[in-house]
């Protein structure tokens, strides 16, 4: 194993930052584990009997440890990951959501309000972007949109001889 590592003095606000992440019940573990790392080896404890009490392994006590000497409190933090690029472009995101807010009238359609249904036929037909329906729920959703449940009778009447066999509906 490596020496040991010397612990900074912690400033008084990091001191009880520190303290209170440690013993949080509400901030996610990894976090709270972090600090509990900071704390331990605040008292004075070495590397070996940090990761015996805390039963993790040298490279994650000593990785943490020297984040928080370099960067401070942001050091305990996650950082970004890069992840997959994104498929739809922020011009896809945009028309999507500018349909959304455009009434159907006003683009030349039949109707005069979205259900989630025509919403995703027209992105998908008229504007042409081929988009599944679960994605442009996401993008909806983020945006705080929310849209009409589709009426059952909405349309054509599956029984074309329905108003005369209803009869009047006033005598």
Known sequence: MRGPLRMRALTAEEERVIGKLAHSRTASARLVERAKIIELAQKGQTIPQIM????????TVRKWWKRFELMGLPGLEDVGRPGTPRH?????????????????????????????????????????????????????????????????????????EFAQKRGLLKP
Not at 52 to 59: K, R
Not at 134 to 140: A, P
Not at 144 to 152: A, P, Y
């Open 52 to 59: 015996q009490q805390l039963h993790l392994s040298e490279p």
């Open 88 to 160: 739809y472009s922020d011009l896809d995101r945009a028309k999507i959501i500018e349909v959304a807010l455009t009434r159907p009238a006003n683009l030349g359609l039949a109707f005069n309000c979205w259900t989630f249904d025509r919403l995703t036929t027209s992105i998908q037909q008229q504007f042409g972007i081929a988009m599944k329906k679960t994605r442009i729920f996401e993008i909806l959703h983020e945006e705080g949109l929310r849209w009409r449940q589709q009426e059952s009778w909405f349309g054509e009447r599956l029984d074309p």
